[in-house]
Every structure is written in structure tokens, then in C-alpha cells.
């Protein structure tokens, strides 16, 4: 079965603590994506990545950080400096194209990770 | 400055009704949309996209229209069932944005039985 895991599902940390989230894919996608959601919004791009080793912020990087150093994982480090980190998390992922030539590029999302401050 | 809206939070429709959920968008260099359903506590699940060079596609109940002209696009789901009754966002990118969405902020959509 192809697709997108993150785990865990639910996750508790206390404030001033460091946490990363997981996300994995199997769909032999070059990009993968981070994106916040809070409630009554829209989804918000934390980072993302084109291709492995390479990844760029996206519109609320302040406080988090990626890595990329293999294609099938992007996980996510929630840092301490993050003012607000309680909100649901997904990672998404496309074909992508190293050109960004591809016009029709879908991405494919997560189940999500649930991540509460105490 | 939002430059996907959707203006309507909710939108109740009664069962085999036709829903039309709506979208704008300011950017005219979006060249790609897309819905996606989501249900509470899980990921958007999608559902159908657009390239700038149609102003229609169909896939089963579901069809998506693109009014270029007035930066707008339409999802219609005919007929609606309860097991539509989800949020439904709509997104868009462009190729100078390495093909990032920019999403709506999603319209709850209840089918009533």
C-alpha cells in the first residue's frame, strides 16, 4: 500500500521542549511539504522540500526546522521558539519535478499529527 | 492578504441536492487548482483539480468549474449524499511558487438526510 504515515497521532509536549514529528512516504515522491492547520483556518506552509538534502521555508518557518536526508522522510523539529506550536500538523508530498516544470502536481497528504502544549 | 478566499464557512444542502461550494482567487498567476475534502482530525483527502487551461473537468458527481476572467472556480457535487458532509478546501499554485498551495480557509459542507 503507497502512501503517507506520520506518527504519532497525538502528541503531548511541555513548553520549552524540543519535539520532532515524523512523516514517511512510499510513493517515490521528490517533494514533500509540512503545513500547519488551526482552527477555522486554512492549511499554512511551514517548509518544504524538491528534492533530498534541499529544502526551503515556506510562510511560517519561525520556529521550526527540517531535514530532508533521505527521499522517503522530512521529519519536522518543533523548537522552543515556537510561540504557538499547539495545532494540527500534516505532511504532504508530490511528484514534483526538479523545475517545478510539472504543472499538474497534486499533493498527497498525511493523516496528520496532533500536537499539544501543556 | 489572503490571496485564496472562500467566503462561505458553511453551507447546509438537503440529500440529492446539488452543493456548489465557491472559491476566488487574486493571484493571477495561479495556473493550477484543487479541492480537497477533510473530515475532523485526519488529512485532506483530494478530490479534483484544474490546470488554467480548461474551465471544466468532471470526475463522477463531482465537477469543478474556472471562470479565469473573474479569478473564480466552483466545485458542484450532484447529488450530494451525508457522506459528503465534510470541510472542503480549495487551493491553488503557480510554477514561480515551486508549485506551493495556497490555501483557502475551507467551507463546512453539511448534507442533511
Request: hydrophobic share 30%.
Amino acid at each position: 500500500d503507497g502512501g503517507i504515515t506520520q506518527s504519532p497521532k497525538y502528541l503531548f509536549r511541555k513548553e520549552g521542549q524540543n519535539v520532532t514529528l515524523s512523516c514517511e512516504q512510499n510513493l517515490n515522491h521528490d517533494a514533500m511539504y509540512w503545513y500547519r492547520q488551526d482552527p477555522g483556518q486554512g492549511l499554512r506552509l511551514i517548509y518544504y522540500s524538491q528534492i533530498v538534502n534541499d529544502f526551503q521555508k515556506g510562510d511560517i518557518a519561525e520556529g521550526y526546522s527540517v531535514s530532508r536526508e533521505k527521499k522517503e522522510s522530512f521529519p519536522l523539529t518543533v523548537t522552543s521558539a515556537q510561540k504557538n506550536p499547539t495545532a494540527f500538523y500534516l505532511c504532504a508530498s508530490s511528484m514534483g519535478s526538479a523545475d517545478s516544470g510539472r504543472v499538474t502536481d497534486t499533493q498527497y497528504f498525511g493523516p496528520g499529527t496532533r500536537l499539544t502544549v501543556l | 492578504d489572503q490571496q485564496v478566499k472562500q467566503n462561505s464557512p458553511s453551507l447546509s444542502v438537503q440529500e440529492g441536492r446539488i452543493s456548489i461550494l465557491n472559491c476566488d482567487y487574486t493571484n493571477s498567476m495561479f495556473d493550477y487548482f484543487l479541492w480537497y475534502k477533510k473530515y475532523p482530525a485526519e488529512g485532506p483527502t483530494f478530490l479534483i483539480s484544474i490546470s488554467s487551461i480548461k474551465d471544466k473537468n468532471e470526475d463522477g458527481r463531482f465537477t469543478v468549474f474556472l471562470n479565469k476572467s473573474a479569478k473564480h472556480l466552483s466545485l458542484h457535487i450532484v447529488p450530494s449524499q451525508p457522506g459528503d458532509s465534510a470541510v472542503y478546501f480549495c487551493a491553488a499554485s503557480w510554477r514561480g511558487s515551486a508549485r506551493q498551495l495556497t490555501f483557502g480557509s475551507g467551507t463546512q459542507l453539511t448534507v442533511l438526510p
